[in-house]
């Protein structure tokens, strides 16, 4: 569910507007309060999962440059056995 920013803030504003409306009664004062505390999170949420999103989709090239690397270092020998020359056992 993709909700857009100004939706939120549009939210928070009207429960805002209900806390200060109801400070007098605790209860209803606090469910306003939480209620805001929530939308918060919501939207740092979505903003944490699209930087992360976008931190694999900037990581992605390199890892396929590493396994390109390590596949150039993967030689198959006379017998059709696979031989990695920086093995600690290479004989």
Known sequence: MNISKAKLLQRM?????????????????????????????????????????????????TVGMELKEKAKDIKENDNGFEHNPSSIFDF
């Not at 507007?17 to 918060?40: G, H, P, W, Y």
């Open 13 to 61: 504003e009207k429960e805002l507007v209900k806390a200060k409306v109801q400070m007098d009664n605790r209860e209803t004062f606090l469910r306003s309060i939480a209620n805001i505390q929530l939308l918060c999170e919501l939207m740092l949420d979505d903003e944490s999962t699209s930087s992360a999103q976008s931190m694999l989709l900037e990581q992605r090239p």
